[in-house]
């Protein structure tokens, strides 16, 4: 490729929902950068911050009592922050995530703790879970937002199927207010002993972009001497009544809602907006 075409391959805006050219979850050096920060209890890079996720599970084990909401559907559940809570608090919990690493640490850590999670290496797009199995879903740390449109109805059909009559699936999303104070830039480093993208010598190209209606766009391009990798993070961002329509054409009802998964009263001005489903 020659210089320019690769420059201008960096430069170019990429349209709407483009998916990245190179694996993310499944890269081995990219899912071990991942998995360090999944496991730093002072950082909101992977996972919510420890704190945060201590108070998030306690109030979601009294929203929702595991005497009565037995069995727990955690999707994107990483190396098992969430579930080994859930599992302390009595509920029967399935874990399922796409990367390897994360869900090998996960059942290592269950081991050890003597903690009874399944979890499931698998893209839970493209995978059905067993019907009507589960009385309770968690998509935490807004993951349903970083889909496109057509991946979220998967989730919402595939979750409703899992359910049973009467369950709950708990989400979270970015809010307008996010995609209002979300900062456009674009920066350049050069990296010779390698970084979070890439274990080796390269230069990063990162952008922050605002696309309408209220999408955002976190992209890194990693240029090393034989390859050009593009990473493109999306993140759509509701207000509660697109988030109510949304979910309602699948047949859900919003039964509540919060500024976030620890049961902060909702506002407008939260970045975050968590919504409790219920199937019908």
């Not at 909101?44 to 909401?69: C, E, H, K, M, V």
Request: overall charge negative; hydrophobic content about 40%; some cysteine.
């Amino acid at each position: 490729m020659k210089f320019y075409d690769r420059l201008a391959e960096i430069l170019r805006l990429p349209p709407l929902y483009k998916r990245s050219s190179a694996p993310f979850w499944e890269d081995d050096h990219i899912s071990a950068q991942m998995l360090k920060a999944h496991l730093d209890p002072a950082s909101d890079g992977a996972s919510r911050n420890a704190d945060f996720i201590d108070r998030s599970a306690r109030w979601i084990s009294t929203l929702l009592p595991s005497q009565t909401y037995v069995n727990l559907l955690d999707l994107g559940c990483g190396p098992g922050l969430y579930a080994e809570r859930f599992a302390r608090c009595g509920y029967d919990v399935t874990g399922v995530d796409i990367s390897e690493r994360s869900i090998n640490h996960a059942v290592r850590s269950a081991q050890e703790k003597g903690l009874p999670v399944r979890y499931f290496c698998r893209n839970y797009l493209s995978s059905e879970f067993e019907k009507q199995a589960f009385d309770f879903a968690a998509m935490v740390y807004c993951d349903y937002g970083a889909l496109t449109p057509r991946e979220r109805q998967i989730v919402l059909k595939n979750v409703f199927a899992a359910l049973k009559n009467g369950g709950k699936f708990l989400l979270d999303v970015f809010s307008p207010f996010f995609w209002e104070k979300f900062t456009e830039s674009r920066t350049w480093e050069v990296c010779p002993h390698g970084g979070f993208w890439n274990e080796r010598e390269h230069v990063l190209w990162q952008g922050r972009y605002r696309y309408a209606p209220r999408v955002t766009l976190e992209r890194a391009v990693v240029l090393t001497a034989d390859a050009l990798c593009e990473y493109n993070i999306w993140n759509t961002c509701f207000s509660r009544d697109d988030l109510t329509e949304e979910v309602q054409r699948a047949g859900f009802s919003v039964c509540g809602a919060w500024s976030d998964v620890a049961g902060t009263p909702y506002a407008d001005d939260s970045p975050t907006i968590a919504v409790l489903l219920e199937k019908e």
